[in-house]
């Protein structure tokens, strides 16, 4: 409208020129006046469209984050669903209980690890401060961009923290798991996280820095919303855990037999997956972190695609194994291609999201087969879908990048990157939690009582019960 305006204004000099012939110095003096205004008014229209654009992320990118935080409850309800009904209130009080304490500590130590000035310059390593200090800018105020960045960010550290619960359920003490949610949301997750997603607020990290193929075509780690910076370090901690703390009494029998311990409510089970399915639709596309180009959408349905295909890939493949179809396994089916598909989904085809996806359904099943073989007591299967399907995921970024993936043409540089990094990942949440876990054995014990086991953490922990008996 502006633009027309001025042409209108130049079309009125051009064509009554004449009757302006006596005043002419005047007229076009008023006419340059009014052209500048117009000038300005329109550039301060172009101003405020590039705000509103800033204002749109933020609230997509806030809503994202919302999106995030649910998935607390579908972590909730998955675990209590996979358990026993005896352990249901300590399961809920873990995973409510690592989402406030991990906020505070990441807020106080974690953030400015992950994104802070960096004490190893070039490594990715931040100093520790209070988020605070960190999101100020010069002038002593904070953006709504940073406050937004910040709140994506502390949803993703809760997410990393309430895995392990799930691995270490039913005979850890409720007092050492909090503190291992303060460790991990503070230092063990962010310091791996400065590796690779360092450069979104600062310098970019070790991994980020990646050159492999040298030259300036190097390939460098790439997970784009936390297959691994997410989900593996959470399982890698997770597994740390189940192995310190032993598995439950009478899951593995003396002649070798492993014991089935069913979960007492397989439709919470269901019902909390169908909500980690939703809050991923935040988890995944929000990693944007902008509406523009409208990438979002196309990462919606890649994240869609890949969970179909591995909820089907479980299925299928424990039909053949047990002759019917096992509802666990294909919940966890579903949650294995949502994880597979985290690293790559920013810039995969929708037929790479199926082939991840239905791999993932394999996989989290000859997982969980696995890790009982080895004794090694997961109760909800955190280890099999978070750990090793977020390994392939993350792996899969070297196969199936649409750029550098090796089956379009990209060659061997980026699966290299990629397994650097799964391997970086496991080295330090693994190593790092199994000494975390043997100093709080050997300090204030990790495990509850035989008796405690027997009866329940719900009451002897919490004193009060999921399902009271009515007198």
Not at 274 to 302: D, H, K, Q, Y
Not at 346 to 375: E, H, R
Request: hydrophobic share 50%; charged share 10%.
């Amino acid at each position: 409208m502006n633009r027309m305006r001025i042409g209108l204004l130049f079309l009125i000099l051009i064509f009554a020129s004449p009757v302006f012939s006596e005043n002419e110095s005047l007229s076009l003096e008023s006419l340059s006046k009014e052209v500048t205004s117009l000038k300005a008014s329109l550039e301060e229209s172009n101003i405020a469209r590039v705000t509103s654009k800033d204002e749109a992320n933020w609230v997509w990118t806030c809503i994202a984050a919302f999106l995030v935080f649910f998935m607390q409850a579908g972590f909730a309800y998955v675990e209590a669903g996979f358990t026993r009904a005896k352990n249901a209130v300590n399961i809920l009080m873990k995973n409510f209980s690592d989402l406030t304490a991990g906020a505070i500590a990441y807020w106080l130590i974690g953030f400015s690890l992950m994104f802070g000035s960096q004490i190893f310059d070039g490594f990715g390593i931040g100093s520790p401060n209070i988020a605070d200090n960190l999101l100020n800018a010069e002038d002593g105020t904070m953006s709504p961009g940073n406050y937004t960045f910040f709140m994506f960010q502390i949803v993703f550290a809760a997410t990393a923290a309430t895995i392990v619960s799930g691995a270490m359920a039913e005979r850890t003490k409720f007092a050492t798991y909090l503190i291992f949610s303060v460790v991990i949301t503070a230092f063990i997750y962010p310091l791996f996280g400065s590796l690779a997603w360092g450069g979104l607020f600062g310098k970019p990290g070790f991994l980020e820095n990646l050159s492999i193929g040298g030259g300036e075509g190097g390939k460098g780690f790439l997970d784009f919303a936390g297959s691994t910076v997410v989900h593996s370090v959470g399982a890698w901690a997770g597994l740390a855990g189940a192995i310190v703390v032993g598995p439950r009494l009478g899951k593995f029998q003396s002649d070798g037999r492993v014991y089935p311990i069913l979960g007492h409510n397989m439709s919470m089970a269901a019902l909390g997956v169908f909500i980690l399915w939703f809050g991923w639709f935040g988890f995944n596309p929000g990693s944007t972190t902008s509406i523009e180009g409208g990438s979002f959408a196309r990462i919606a349905v890649v994240t869609h695609m890949a969970a179909s295909a591995g909820a089907l890939g479980a299925m299928f493949l424990t039909w053949v194994l047990f002759r019917k179809p096992e509802i666990g396994l294909t919940l966890n089916g579903g949650l294995a291609g949502l994880v597979a598909i985290t690293a790559p989904c920013d810039n995969v085809s929708i037929t790479g999201a199926v082939v991840i996806g239905l791999v993932a359904g394999f996989l989290v099943v000859i997982s969980v087969l696995f890790f009982d073989k080895l004794k090694i007591d997961d109760p909800v299967g955190a280890v099999s879908v978070h750990g090793v399907c977020g390994a392939w995921g993350t792996l899969s970024v070297g196969f199936f990048n649409l750029e550098t993936g090796l089956f379009y043409g990209g060659g061997f540089d980026q699966l290299v990157a990629q397994a650097i990094g799964v391997g970086v990942a496991f080295v330090w949440a693994f190593g790092v939690s199994f000494l975390v876990f043997w100093i709080l054995k050997l300090t204030i014990g990790i495990r509850v009582s035989e008796e405690e086991e027997l009866l329940g953490l719900d009451i002897l922990e919490h004193g009060n019960e999921a399902y009271p008996v009515s007198k």
